[in-house]
DNA sequence: GCGGTTGCGTTAGTGAGACTAACGATGTAA
DNA sequence: TTACATCGTTAGTCTCACTAACGCAACCGC
């Protein structure tokens, strides 16, 4: 917070607008989600789940951008709140298999209520047509960006 | 890095993108001061002090949104490379007064440069007005969330 | 004058996040 | 079989935003 009286230059940087308001909104789906006992991480990891179904942690780290190291704990922590089941592979024996459970499921469903909400709080001030003009262009500065697109 | 392959739900998050993109942005620049030997911080201060001239510590603090207890860290670094002088304020003996001196303008002239790059290679996939447009609304977003127009 | 509050610089510490290094166990390929 | 890569895990680093508390100095009401 504060930077109320930061001089112009300051205050007009991109880079430094982007820091601030990512900071923000950060802080926004952090907090909000506290209220559910979830963090962001067990959101991106749940995502996944549902989208391809049962993998690997290291697979779980790839698709969302986890390092494998800190994808134990947020592993763990599903695990101890029944959100996901934690198996070895008997194909793999170096790999456990994370399973989606039901209770899982139902918490994503509300997470993604949530989640959609912090959207519309972030995105508060913009219209209809500026928010997709506004993601718009963060789409396209992260293809950019992104290791896949600048390689 | 990474993210390759994020599930579209939550690649398309406009909080997620602005993470990521952000966090671009301050390797970036981060990355790109530390061949001038310095931080972004010194940065903040050092244009605080162009703008309104020599001032104290805490006040410096509130013009950057550095915390004070962490600007005591910026202002030591900024007096090593002798880029300011820091001096008991003889009307308020609870103040210190930081001043820039001539070394440190013309850091600062070079930081300038540098800074104005890094906002180019952010930007670089967009078109002029597209630049504008971006940076317009990341304007407005800041100006709805920060303190001073939420209250 | 005096007492209470507030502001100052400073130190120390917390909690989260990104990231690296290395381990033992396992799988794959030469 | 030897060499290499991958997996889960532990441990640790660095940086950031942020809090708490300190001793000191200034200010305000009286």
Known sequence: MTYEDAPE?????????LSLLAMYADRLVSEGLAAEDARKWHYAALVALREHGPMSQAELSRRTGVYRSDMVAVVNELEERGHVERAPDPADRRRNVITMTTTG???????????????????????????????????????????????
């Open 9 to 17: 230059p300051l205050r007009a940087l991109p880079s430094r607008m």
């Open 105 to 151: 499921r139902r918490h994503l469903e509300r997470l993604d209520e949530l989640i959609s909400g912090f959207q519309d709080d972030l995105l508060a001030p913009l219209t209809g047509p500026e928010r997709e003009q506004f993601s718009a262009l963060l789409a396209r500065l992260l293809a950019h960006h992104s290791p896949r697109n600048t390689a």
